[in-house]
């Protein structure tokens, strides 16, 4: 189809998977029919919503699932991405749901691609607690057997950076903790948990396993030394402490000794080989030197004392969520990983990629979306082996600590009414995803 930029999207190879994304704690309501997540217990403290809001609602896809599946058989993607709620799982009845909601994708003739923990610990566990880990790897093995016979494409976690960071250095998201480097156990052990899911995933006779990291290029702020350094150790917090534990089986260089445990062994089951690597990818990060105070980015209060700044990044547009619009890093970030890792790199699938902006007729998520596939087109030009791209999100819903005043969605949702109104960009990626199948 014809685009902003006057020509058809790329073609990509065949057998290149399309689809969309949302979890589980973002869209399905119904929050009295499951145990409570430690989003429950965030979001009824005042403020720490900024709407005040909570998704006990949300989007009441529990209830209304086929509806939304039916807006993705309209999509025409290949791929639903949907995160299954453990504290759910553990209630009675739970795994019914996502029975019904799998049965409801198959027949749609959309393939269902389960995220097994997408931030919604139940919450009476603690990412602290070795066992969390091991209790996950119970968890997944629940879902695996139930579930297993018509899943042919599993993720064990999404964004374990941004659930430590936010999470339980910076107290931003649940559980609200603000330990700074003190919440790199967490990191760890969710990292062991992917390994152990990994192992029951195996053991239940499931395969095409991957994981969906967090990962942006990181800019530094001038080619000063001091700004160099603090560019390079915010990439190795980021970027490498989550990538080359799973696809190298080591940590960057001194960070295994500050995790907790018997390292070495956890790093053999954290290696467990996955046959595909998810990335979500939504810019890139300009970082300097400390600047000797408090710093605001992203809606995030950065603490003085960290050894690094996060800066602006000039003259690009932004979203309405303040964050830069840059395709081209999408590029970087994915040639970069083939640089850095080789042979050692498996397929990847971008598994989430998407923007905030209002409106129904939403012709910025449209020139979003165009510019960052046509950059992926140019990473697979380069050689990577990029095997998916998923955009985030199906449908507009609870934006975790800015409540619903985010809107992320290809589906406008009326958070009062809960009417689905399809926006400009579905019917736009609708069309691109007919051409790319004819």
Not at 30 to 49: I, K, L, N, Y
Not at 273 to 295: C, F, H, L, M
Not at 308 to 321: K, L, Y
């Amino acid at each position: 189809m014809a685009t902003d930029a006057g020509t058809p999207v790329p073609r990509f190879p065949p057998g290149f998977l399309w689809g969309v994304s949302t979890s589980a704690h973002q869209i399905e309501g119904a929050a009295e029919e499951r145990e409570p997540s430690v989003w429950d217990v965030f979001t009824a403290a005042p403020g720490r919503v900024k709407d005040g809001s909570t998704a006990a609602v949300a989007c009441d896809h529990y209830h209304r699932y086929r509806e939304d599946v039916a807006l993705l058989a309209g999509l025409g993607v290949d791929a639903y991405r949907f995160s299954v709620s453990w504290p759910r799982v553990n209630s009675a009845g739970g795994l019914d749901f996502y029975d019904r909601l799998v049965d409801e994708l198959c027949a749609a003739g959309v393939r269902p691609v389960p995220t097994l923990f997408h931030w919604d610990l139940p919450a009476d566990l603690d990412w602290l607690d070795r066992d969390t880990a091991a209790r996950f790897a119970d968890h997944v093995t629940v879902v695996a057997d139930r579930l297993g016979d018509r899943v042919r494409k599993w993720i064990t976690l999404n964004e374990p950076a941004e659930h430590t960071l936010l999470g339980h250095a910076l107290g931003a998201h649940a559980p609200g903790r603000q330990l700074l480097f003190d919440a790199l156990p967490v990191a760890h052990h969710q990292l062991l948990a992917h390994g152990l899911a990994v192992r029951a995933l195996r053991a239940a006779g499931a395969g095409d396993i991957g994981i969906a990291n967090s990962h942006g290029p990181t800019w530094p702020a001038s080619r000063e030394q001091a700004d160099l350094e603090a560019a390079g150790f915010y990439d190795v917090l980021l970027n490498r402490l989550f990538a080359e534990p799973v696809i190298l089986g080591e940590y960057p260089e001194g960070m295994g000794a500050l995790m907790p445990g018997d390292v070495e062994a956890d790093l053999k089951v954290i290696a467990e080989p996955v046959d595909w690597y998810g990335i979500n990818y939504y810019a890139p990060t300009q970082v300097g030197a400390p600047q000797g105070g408090d710093t605001e980015y992203g809606g995030l209060t950065m603490p003085a004392g960290l050894p690094f700044s996060v800066r602006r990044i000039e003259g690009r547009p932004v979203t309405d969520f303040g964050w830069p619009v840059v395709p081209e890093g999408l590029t970087e970030l994915l040639t970069g990983f083939r640089e850095r890792y080789g042979d050692r790199l498996p397929p990847v699938v971008i598994t989430e990629n998407g923007c905030s902006y209002e409106g129904v007729d939403d012709q910025d998520r449209i020139a979003y979306l165009d510019a960052h596939i046509r950059a992926l087109h140019r990473a697979v030009e380069a050689g990577v082996d990029v095997r998916g791209y998923f955009v985030w999100s199906l449908m507009d819903n609870f934006e975790w600590a800015e409540g619903y005043a985010r809107r992320f969605g290809l589906v406008h949702v009326d958070f009062e009414t809960l009417r689905r109104t399809p926006k400009a960009s579905y019917r736009w990626f609708r069309d691109v995803l007919r051409e790319q199948g004819s």
